[in-house]
């Protein structure tokens, strides 16, 4: 049988492109990281109530992108929600014991995140620590009803 | 009376005719099917594979992108004038990538492809049945089935998967152009916020399983009205117009089945 | 006959759907020798090809190949049997997608090791034998229909078969493309003893290269013998195909109502409408 080498070619690069195409929506899509996991350390925040978070939602600290949340779990102990965040690691060793964490959502109808943000304390959270200063997500039903009480006690 | 009766029970017998004939094609197809794809090639089997992918992958590519590039730009500029009534343009990146990834590139690639290349096997195939090659070739000694079934069917299963990708990806880009080139989202957040929701296991990966559900479905089907057809021109033109009408039906059912169970919550 | 025979048919009977083509046929096809199969158009002659071939199967009775009983053997055996025959078809049947050079080639590609310089020899001696050297290079759709032909021939005797079976070799063909075609035919069957079965309907080119010939009608055989006797044979049925004769037990006329009750029939229909 006669081969072609240009048609050869073409079903090679052909190929080629699909990995390729694979690989962005990979890493530029779906923003799997190819960076080894030594470069990002973990803390961990107990929530009352996260709302609509989920895992992989962002954590920012002053807006920047910091790190992002790796799991969400139901403390069977005290029954409130245990976040473990992942974190960049040039924030290791930076942040202060009563560090704050607090549910956002970006605009009225946007994803939720975690905002992080310093205090002053000097001693240092390290990997595996938990935040203890945590502000749970809204929840529109609840402030509704806060509302409302509030008027009717008035 | 007699007679409306009888016609009744006439057409009661057409019906199950009909479907004892449905039920034989399909027993023929899937023996068909089983008797084609399963074997192992030999070293002339991946040169003839080699050359199908040319030809069903190759040169759907151009169709396949420039049809993805539009849909994602008009994705972007649709998605725009709704999401921006909710101040929630920067979303903008994950609606488009989330559409594309979980329906439109397998379902569209899947379509297009089924308009270029099945019917396009569909044909080739009645050609060489009507001239009497396929049962030449059996009096060669030479089983039709592994020598010019099977290459078709595993470029069709291998290529439409990576031509559902290039679309993905082309769309994505063109979502882009429109989004942050023309409108004005800010880039950052039509990345930041594809990344965030997208999963690539979830979004990525059940994409290319309905691509390639789509592919098996849409490449048996070219192939089996290839070979099933009767061997006329007419046969041929006919069996052309089942291909696209039968895999394009059989592509969006089942593409409820398959999005019922992955997002479903089935 | 005093020939050994190469095929035997032994009331055979074939129906596709309820259409009965074959009635109970018995033929034995000697060795060596050109057999001519003849008959009008629609008597299943091509049909009795692929039962010979083993690609259809008959609904009663069975075709000796020799000695082997064609449709009990398995499939590998079936293919093994059918490297020993070539099958020329009505349309060539060549592969589009190759050239006229592997087109012939790939028989031996498939069933032999040989390696490219003995496959290059060989083809090229086939194709010599059918004339069409210089056209190697050609694809199918280049060819003329006769050329298609002779090219197909070469391909079908790539493997030195035993046994050849030319479907309606001489149809459509000019009056020159049709003279070599009836060459090659009789020079292979003397050069390669080949067993030749030949199924036609055109008379004068079938006469002239048939050692012995069976006529078909109505799904059965109405007449044999060599050429001679069939020309002298005084059957009106055999008379009418082997003279060309419009009319006869073979009517000119599809079966229809008289053609005064038709005409009368729908004037009255359509004063009544």
New interface residues.
């Given amino acids: 049988?006669k081969?072609s080498k240009t048609?050869?070619f073409?079903?090679g690069?052909?190929?080629l492109?699909?990995i390729v195409?694979?690989v962005?929506?990979?890493l530029?899509?779906?923003?799997?990281s190819l960076s080894a996991p030594s470069e990002t350390f973990r803390l961990e925040a107990n929530f009352a109530n996260i709302g609509g978070l989920k895992p992989?939602?962002?954590v920012t600290m002053a807006g920047v992108?910091v790190g992002?949340v790796e799991s969400i779990d139901l403390d069977t102990e005290w029954y409130d929600a245990k976040v473990t965040l992942r974190l960049d690691n040039d924030l290791e060793g930076q942040l202060s014991q009563d560090t704050t964490a607090a549910i956002l959502t970006?605009?009225?109808?946007?994803?939720q995140?975690i905002g992080l943000s310093v205090g002053g304390d000097p001693a240092i959270l390290e990997d595996g620590d938990t935040i203890r200063d945590t502000q749970s997500a809204l929840v529109l039903e609840e402030l509704i009803q806060q509302f409302v009480s509030n008027m009717a006690s008035n | 009376m007699q007679s409306r009766f009888q016609q009744g029970v006439d057409q009661i017998a057409r019906l199950g005719r009909k479907g004892c004939d449905v039920m034989e094609a399909l027993g023929r197809a899937g023996l068909f099917l089983a008797q084609s794809a399963v074997g192992v090639p030999s070293r002339?089997g991946w040169?003839l594979w080699?050359?199908q992918?040319?030809f069903v992958?190759?040169l759907s590519?151009a169709i396949v992108l420039v049809s993805g590039l539009f849909i994602g730009m008009v994705l972007a500029l649709q998605g725009y004038t709704i999401l921006v009534d909710?101040?929630?343009e920067?979303?903008l990146g994950?609606m488009v990538?989330l559409s594309l990834?979980r329906e439109l590139a397998p379902v569209v690639a899947a379509l297009l492809f089924a308009g270029r290349a099945g019917s396009a096997l569909t044909a080739e195939i009645g050609?060489?049945k009507a001239?009497?090659?396929l049962?030449?070739?059996?009096?060669?000694?030479?089983?039709p089935l592994r020598r010019v079934i099977a290459p078709r069917l595993w470029a069709g299963f291998?290529?439409l998967?990576?031509l559902t990708?290039?679309f993905?990806?082309v769309g994505?880009w063109g979502g882009y152009l429109v989004g942050v080139e023309w409108l004005g989202v800010f880039e950052g957040s039509y990345?930041?916020?594809?990344?965030?929701?997208?999963?690539?296991v979830s979004?990525?990966g059940n994409g290319i399983i309905k691509s390639l559900v789509f592919a098996v479905v849409v490449t048996w089907i070219a192939v089996f009205q290839g070979y099933d057809l009767v061997p006329t021109s007419e046969g041929i033109s006919r069996a052309t117009t089942r291909t696209v009408v039968y895999s394009s039906l059989a592509v969006l059912g089942l593409d409820f089945v398959l999005t019922a169970v992955m997002f479903g919550g089935l | 006959m005093t020939d050994v025979p190469f095929i035997e048919i032994e009331d055979v009977h074939f129906s596709r759907g309820s259409h009965e083509i074959f009635r109970g046929i018995n033929m034995v096809i000697p060795q060596g020798k050109v057999t001519a199969i003849m008959g009008p158009s629609g008597t299943g002659k091509t049909t009795l090809l692929?039962l010979i071939?083993g690609?259809l199967t008959p609904d009663r009775g069975r075709i000796i190949v020799d000695g082997q009983d064609v449709h009990r053997l398995s499939r590998k055996a079936l293919?093994?049997l059918?490297?020993r025959?070539?099958?020329l078809?009505?349309?060539?049947?060549?592969?589009?997608d190759l050239d006229v050079f592997e087109n012939v080639a790939?028989?031996l590609?498939?069933?032999t090791d040989l390696s490219d310089v003995m496959i290059r020899d060989l083809v090229l001696l086939k194709l010599e034998a059918v004339g069409l050297r210089g056209a190697r290079h050609l694809t199918p759709a280049e060819l003329s229909g006769g050329m298609a032909r002779r090219v197909?021939l070469a391909?079908a005797i790539a493997l030195d078969p035993e046994l050849i079976l030319y479907d309606e070799p001489f149809v459509g063909q000019d009056p020159i493309s049709m003279g070599v075609l009836v060459q090659l035919i009789k020079r292979l069957n003397q050069a390669l003893e080949l067993t030749s079965v030949v199924v036609s309907h055109d008379i004068k080119e079938t006469l002239s290269i048939a050692d012995y010939l069976y006529l078909l009608a109505d799904g059965q055989v109405v007449a044999e013998g060599t050429p001679h006797t069939l020309n002298a044979n005084q059957d009106p049925r055999v008379s009418q195909f082997v003279h060309g004769e419009p009319d006869g037990p073979v009517p000119f006329h599809y079966p229809a109502e008289t053609l005064y009750r038709d005409i009368l029939g729908q004037a009255t229909a359509t004063r009544a409408g």
Avoid: C
Avoid at chain 1, 28 to 32: K, Y
Avoid at chain 2, 135 to 143: A, K, N
Avoid at chain 2, 191 to 200: E, G, H, K, R, T
Avoid at chain 3, 89 to 96: D, P, T, Y
């Fill in positions: 049988m081969r048609m050869e073409g079903v690069l052909f190929m492109a699909g195409g694979l962005f929506l990979g530029r899509v779906s923003g799997l992989r939602a962002r992108t992002r970006a605009g009225l109808l946007g994803e995140y | 002339e040169y080699l050359r992918m040319h992958g190759v590519l909710f101040g929630a920067q979303a994950q990538a990834l050609l060489m001239t009497e090659q049962t030449s070739m059996e009096m060669i000694g030479v089983d291998v290529a998967p990576i990708v290039g993905g990806v994505i990345w930041s916020n594809m990344q965030a929701s997208v999963s690539f979004d990525v | 692929k071939g690609q293919f093994t059918r490297k025959m070539g099958m078809f009505q349309s060539g049947a060549l592969f589009s790939f028989p590609r498939v069933h197909a391909r």
